[in-house]
């Protein structure tokens, strides 16, 4: 993170804040959108199946005993 020195808010508490942010250039394009779109649904499909197992698992094991 870089600090600007002239950037001092002049907290009570001596605490620096900086007043602007730094854009970094990133991936945009239709592809890169396209692949983390599909990341994100993979994973949040992962969860579903795994929390869908865990509660199988415990149907399973209540009727075992």
């Keep these: 993170m ?13 605490e620096e804040t900086i007043s602007r942010k730094i854009n970094i250039m990133g991936d945009k394009s239709p592809k890169s959108t396209n692949k983390q779109a599909s990341q994100k649904q993979a994973k949040a499909s992962g969860a579903k199946v795994k929390k869908q197992q865990a509660i199988v698992a ?8």
Excluded: I, L, M, R
């Design 2 to 14: 870089v600090v600007f020195p002239s950037e001092n808010t002049g907290n009570a508490a001596g």
């Design 58 to 65: 415990k149907q399973v094991a209540g009727k075992k005993k």
